[in-house]
């Protein structure tokens, strides 16, 4: 069995990539008036479902990674190491919401974490990687095998 290894993302990529994610649900959103609160059933349920679709295709359907990912060379991966589920991507953005309320923790979180995990990886078992994307294989470190000794990432 081929084992790969994984060098996990830092902090300032995956922001960036959260901005870039940001901006774009903020304008479909806005295009959609999900924020006017009028279409399909008020703004709180229409976000909830614009995000939660946008995390589900592509961290599902475009090899684990959203097109903030995507510019950043992220993705995201299960800390096995395989593709996460349908189910996995929802949690993994119900997290995103969880993270917020209090004080900004669960964000705060990943900047103190061994392996750069927020709650939302926490609650879905995720890890954001680093993609080479010259030859679409992971890039390889030593950072997480230090850490967990996770034999998936190294």
């Given at each position: 069995?081929?084992?790969?290894?994984?060098?996990?993302?830092?902090i300032?990529?995956?922001?960036?990539?959260?901005?870039?994610?940001?901006?774009?649900?903020?304008?479909?959103?806005?295009?959609?008036?999900?924020?006017?609160?009028?279409?399909?059933?008020?703004?709180?349920?229409?976000?909830?479902?614009?995000?939660?679709?946008?995390?589900?295709?592509?961290?599902?359907?475009?090899?684990g990674?959203?097109?903030?990912?995507?510019?950043?060379?992220?993705?995201?991966?299960?800390?096995?190491?395989?593709?996460?589920?349908?189910?996995?991507?929802?949690?993994?953005?119900?997290?995103?919401?969880?993270?917020?309320?209090?004080?900004?923790?669960?964000?705060?979180?990943?900047?103190?974490?061994?392996?750069?995990?927020?709650?939302h990886?926490?609650i879905?078992?995720?890890?954001?990687?680093?993609?080479?994307?010259?030859?679409?294989?992971?890039?390889?470190?030593?950072k997480?095998?230090?850490?967990?000794?996770?034999?998936?990432?190294?």
């Amino acid at each position: 069995m081929e084992t790969r290894t994984y060098q996990l993302a830092d902090i300032g990529e995956r922001f960036i990539a959260l901005i870039i994610d940001s901006l774009i649900l903020g304008m479909v959103g806005g295009m959609l008036g999900a924020g006017g609160g009028h279409l399909f059933w008020g703004g709180g349920i229409m976000s909830f479902i614009l995000g939660a679709g946008y995390q589900w295709y592509f961290l599902t359907r475009q090899n684990g990674q959203t097109l903030g990912k995507m510019v950043m060379n992220l993705r995201v991966v299960k800390t096995d190491g395989t593709p996460i589920s349908d189910a996995e991507a929802v949690l993994r953005y119900v997290g995103y919401l969880i993270n917020s309320p209090i004080l900004m923790l669960g964000w705060i979180w990943a900047l103190l974490d061994a392996n750069n995990q927020g709650w939302h990886d926490k609650i879905a078992n995720t890890y954001v990687v680093k993609v080479d994307k010259s030859s679409e294989s992971v890039v390889v470190s030593s950072k997480a095998k230090r850490k967990n000794e996770d034999p998936y990432f190294e």
